[in-house]
């Protein structure tokens, strides 16, 4: 079992940056890849960027890439998403989610996590 926990997430306005970060506890999580993704009103979750358990290797979607960073401590306990230039359109709640030994694109989608957070809401205030 593992358990997340993000923060960082609040009330910031067009062109700030922001950092969530995603507390992982439980059984080795050093053999979790974590994603984040995000769902905003009436919308489905979109994945925003992950990092590979195996070499630190990242993704990210298209709607973020090039704002976006995913980082991950030494221990693996904590994971970062850093978003840079932020819009109003990425206003959602974010989760961090975490998937046994997977890696690959195969992290955008949601079906290879076994474990998610509750989710941090960021709101982008126009």
């Known amino acids: 079992q593992v358990q997340l926990v993000e923060s960082g997430g609040g009330l910031v306005q067009t062109g700030n940056s922001l950092r969530l970060a995603c507390a992982a506890t439980?059984?080795?999580?050093?053999?979790?890849?974590i994603g984040w993704f995000r769902q905003a009103p009436g919308k489905g979750r979109e994945f925003v960027g992950a990092?590979?358990?195996?070499?630190?290797?990242?993704w990210y979607g298209d709607s973020v890439r090039g704002r976006c960073t995913v980082s991950r401590d030494n221990a693996k306990i904590m994971t970062y998403l850093q978003v840079d230039s932020l819009r109003p359109e990425d206003t959602a709640v974010y989760y961090c989610?975490?998937?046994?030994?997977?890696?690959?694109?195969?992290?955008?989608?949601?079906?290879?996590?076994?474990?998610w957070g509750r989710g941090t809401q960021v709101t982008v205030s126009s």
């Open positions: 989610a975490a998937a046994w030994k997977i890696n690959g694109v195969v992290l955008a989608g949601t079906l290879g996590y076994n474990f």
């Open positions: 439980g059984s080795s999580v050093s053999d979790y890849s």
């Open positions: 990092i590979s358990w195996l070499d630190d290797s990242t």
